[in-house]
């Protein structure tokens, strides 16, 4: 096989025909989306050979910037693997094959104008470890959890306790159902705006990502609701028959009484085995610190844990030595 082609577009008027649908997080409708959102900029990476796509990488950079800490940056974002197609030829790149390339185009074409570039979300822990390493990255391990929606019901694999907590705040007037208007919209944007105001690791993307989400409906938009008040609130997209919590929010302190938490969670975990998906993924559980609050939350609702790896290269060589040691496995 001769050297295939690696491209990067940066326009959707560029993008080639015969970009693969099926994963969202490395869609042409994803890379569309992100080109509408301020503060964001989609990369397609692409891997072409005689006019035929064997593989593409989406990756966002995303604009960050604070008053209160201050901060100014940029970051390069990649959900997962990419998307590659499959061919039966006996010299037939492999997908780490295809993968490499890729991440070296996106990482050379990167490494000045970002100030680090984080790739998570992997099929397999170990995928692609040696890749990572000559490129310079350096592993994290994290921790990711995912309820099964196939087997049993979500009611079978919550303890008696947690029924009656979701059953008394159902008695007590709590409503979840999804953003059905215009002012629906607009408040589930304000309380996700405010929950994650002070937290300043937490990105949250612009109104007309949300809007884009629910027009094209690639996932939907959740609310909880207490005597017309919103108080809780999720995003969730699809993707391959799986569901995937993307964001969260809730008034957990000033409504406790009703479990605004419980019952956000609750619903996008009841909407997607409804709908007869397979799995709903929490997109961000965090680091697999022995003591973690929110693992522990999510955890109460029958998922399973597992241990993966998040890579992460920084642009400031000295910068990303030193944390390559420090994360040394």
């Keep these: ?88 030829d006996d010299d037939a790149m492999t997908v780490n094959e295809l993968f490499a390339l890729m991440l070296h185009a996106i990482t050379d074409h990167l490494k000045r104008s970002v100030l680090y570039l984080e790739v998570k979300h992997l099929s397999q822990k170990m995928f692609g470890y040696r890749v990572f390493r000559d490129e310079g990255y350096f592993p994290v391990r994290w921790m990711s959890i995912h309820n099964s929606l196939h087997s049993h019901t979500p009611e079978e694999r919550i303890s008696e306790r947690m029924q009656r907590r979701i059953d008394t705040a159902y008695k007590r007037g709590i409503v979840t159902d999804d953003v059905k208007s215009h002012e629906d919209f607009e408040e589930f944007i304000r309380l996700l705006k405010q929950h994650n105001r002070l937290k300043p690791k937490r990105y949250i993307p612009d109104w007309q990502f949300f809007q884009g989400i629910l027009e094209n409906g690639d996932g939907r938009l959740h609310l909880t609701r207490y005597h017309g008040h919103i108080i809780g609130c999720s995003a969730v997209v699809y993707s ?35 709908r007869h998906y397979e799995h709903i993924f929490f997109m961000d559980v965090g680091l697999p610190f022995r003591k973690n609050s929110f693992r522990d939350f999510i955890l109460r609702f029958g998922g399973k844990p597992t241990s993966t790896y998040r890579w992460f290269f920084c642009t400031i060589g000295w910068i990303n030595r030193l944390l390559s040691w420090i994360y040394r496995d």
């Design 240 to 274: 391959q028959r799986q569901a995937f919590l993307w964001y969260a929010a809730y008034r957990r302190k000033s409504y406790a009484y009703v479990s605004p938490d419980v019952l956000t969670i609750w619903h996008a975990i009841k909407d997607a085995h409804s």
């Design 1 to 88: 096989m001769s050297e295939p082609n690696v491209r990067i577009y940066t326009s959707g008027d560029q993008l080639p025909e015969g970009l693969m649908e099926h994963d969202f997080f490395h869609s042409p409708r994803l890379f569309l989306l992100c080109q509408q959102t301020p503060r964001l900029r989609p990369y397609m990476v692409t891997v072409q050979y005689k006019g035929r796509i064997l593989a593409q990488l989406l990756c966002m950079v995303r604009r960050r910037s604070s008053w209160m800490p201050p901060y100014l940056y940029r970051h390069c974002l990649i959900q997962g693997i990419g998307c590659y197609n499959s061919s039966d």
